[in-house]
């Protein structure tokens, strides 16, 4: 008895979560069967709740960004940058702690487009500083790191600083989201993912939950650039 109990429940949150999908159709380009799957993760799935905090940037902190991600001359000072520890959920759907480096204007912003996002239970591989990887984007990029702040030029040619030597700049699940131009795909693990259709899990789109969240600040997506096109990011700047 207790089984179907359980069995009948369980029937009654799909049939619910199905009709929703369907009536608000909030995705079109998602099969049905991926949005009753999205809803019914966030329905059913217990999770710690959304934690973020955001405070300057610690001792050991600031020794490991310099000579790494930041060094003299970079556009924008250690006391001008801000970190936050946030929960995220993963592809595991657990949750876990990440962090983030971003400019002390935009932080608490970003911690509040990171809770829309673990409460929808949008996946995030992993959030680890820059600096784990040699502040090399590349490397963080093929781990699938999603990551804010490092002094770097745009797309690494001198001299134009990179949005993400500001702190107004995050790269979000850089394989699911690959930055695609004429010299290929980055980073190439991605390529899978530059055909757009269907959403798969980690998938950023036009007009998800995402878009909607970091709209609210005032953010852009590059998703959004006729050429090239640059799935994983979202600036303050819209570039």
Request: aromatic share 12%; with cysteine.
């Given at each position: 008895m207790v089984v179907m109990t359980r069995h009948k429940r369980l029937s009654r949150i799909l049939v619910a979560v199905f009709a929703i999908s369907l009536a608000t159709n909030l995705f079109p380009w998602e099969t049905a069967s991926a949005r009753t799957a999205r809803e019914l993760e966030r329905a059913v799935v217990r999770a710690p709740e959304y934690r973020a905090t955001v405070m300057r940037l610690p001792a050991g902190v600031r020794e490991l960004m310099i000579g790494s991600s930041w060094h003299l001359?970079?556009?924008v000072g250690l006391n001008d940058l801000r970190l936050i520890k946030l929960t995220y959920w993963g592809f595991d759907r657990q949750a876990h702690r990440g962090k983030l480096i971003v400019h002390r204007r935009w932080?608490?912003?970003?911690a509040r487009v990171f809770g829309k996002l673990y409460d929808d239970r949008f996946p995030i591989r992993r959030m680890l500083l820059v600096d784990r990887y040699g502040a090399n984007d590349m490397r963080s990029m093929k781990a699938d790191n999603t990551s804010a702040f490092n002094c770097r030029y745009r797309n690494g040619v001198c001299c134009t600083w990179s949005q993400h030597a500001y702190?107004?700049?995050i790269d979000i699940n850089p394989v699911e989201n690959p930055y695609v131009g004429s010299w290929g795909v980055s980073p190439p693990n991605g390529a899978d993912y530059v055909d757009r259709t269907p959403i798969r899990r980690g998938m950023l789109a036009?007009?998800?939950r995402a878009w909607w969240a970091f709209h609210a600040i005032?953010?852009?997506?590059g998703g959004s650039w006729s050429w090239p096109i640059d799935y994983q990011h979202y600036s303050s700047t819209n570039r």
């Open positions: 001359g970079c556009p932080a608490p912003s970003i702190g107004r700049a036009l007009r998800d005032g953010w852009s997506w």
